[in-house]
T-cell receptor, first 110, second 115 residues
Framework: ELKVEQNPLFLSMQEGKNYTIYCNYS?????LYWYRQDPGKSLESLFV?????AVKQEGRLMASLDTKARLSTLHITAAVHDLSATYFC??????????FGTGTRLTIIP | DGGITQSPKYLFRKEGQNVTLSCEQN?????MYWYRQDPGQGLRLIYY???????QKGDIAEGYSVSREKKESFPLTVTSAQKNPTAFYLC??????????????FGDGTRLSIL
């Protein structure tokens, strides 16, 4: 079965702290994507990870991919309130479509 | 500006009624997708299309139908056979499903409720 699992599902963080969201997937994936969704809004693309060891950074967010472990991580550094959102990872298993994780709802507390 | 336009933003369906959600893109993308999102849940794929006049069922196609007569347009009809249609519907597009490294781009969504 093609599955993508994220953890944690819910995360409350204090401003200024660091934390990591994990995305595990069930079989070989060519590409791994991270998206952000604000409440009631659509999905915004954050990162595309294409190969083992890939690392991408944008501001306080950094994503990495370990294809051998079938694991991607989204690391948040010195969190700020603006980062409060739901974050989704999605894997491309080569079957012409993306499989999405269930999302991690992140709340940054002042 | 290029993008994906979904309409309407809010839609209400009466019992036994079919309703159609519009999705138009001017990104010149070949592939288009329809997803359903229930509150607090992830995205589930309803239908997708790689090229004009061709489409495939996703994971939850029952009670839905689509057409792809033009590259720019991929309307979704929620039929009366879909007994629990209340959800947030998202349309997306991507360049293609070949060797592209580009992500899917999403519209702003349509929120469908039952009257």
């Amino acid at each position: 079965e093609l599955k993508v699992e994220q953890n944690p599902l819910f995360l409350s963080m204090q401003e200024g702290k660091n934390y990591t969201i994990y995305c595990n997937y069930s079989t070989t994936s060519d590409r791994l994507y991270w998206y952000r969704q604000d409440p009631g809004k659509s999905l915004e693309s954050l990162f595309v990870l294409l190969s083992n060891g890939a690392v991408k950074q944008e501001g306080r967010l950094m994503a990495s991919l370990d294809t051998k472990a079938r694991l991607s991580t989204l690391h948040i550094t010195a969190a700020v309130h603006d980062l409060s959102a739901t974050y989704f990872c999605a894997a491309d298993f080569g079957n012409e479509k993306l499989t999405f994780g269930t999302g991690t709802r992140l709340t940054i507390i002042p | 500006d290029g993008g994906i336009t979904q309409s309407p933003k809010y839609l209400f369906r009466k019992e036994g009624q079919n309703v159609t959600l519009s999705c138009e893109q001017n990104l010149n993308h070949d592939a288009m997708y329809w997803y359903r999102q229930d509150p607090g849940q992830g995205l589930r794929l309803i239908y997708y299309s790689q090229i004009v006049n061709d489409f495939q069922k996703g994971d939850i196609a029952e009670g839905y139908s689509v057409s792809r007569e033009k590259k720019e347009s991929f309307p979704l009809t929620v039929t009366s056979a879909q007994k629990n249609p209340t959800a947030f519907y998202l349309c997306a597009s991507s360049i293609d499903r070949g060797n592209s490294n580009q992500p899917q781009h999403f519209g702003d969504g349509t929120r469908l409720s039952i009257l």
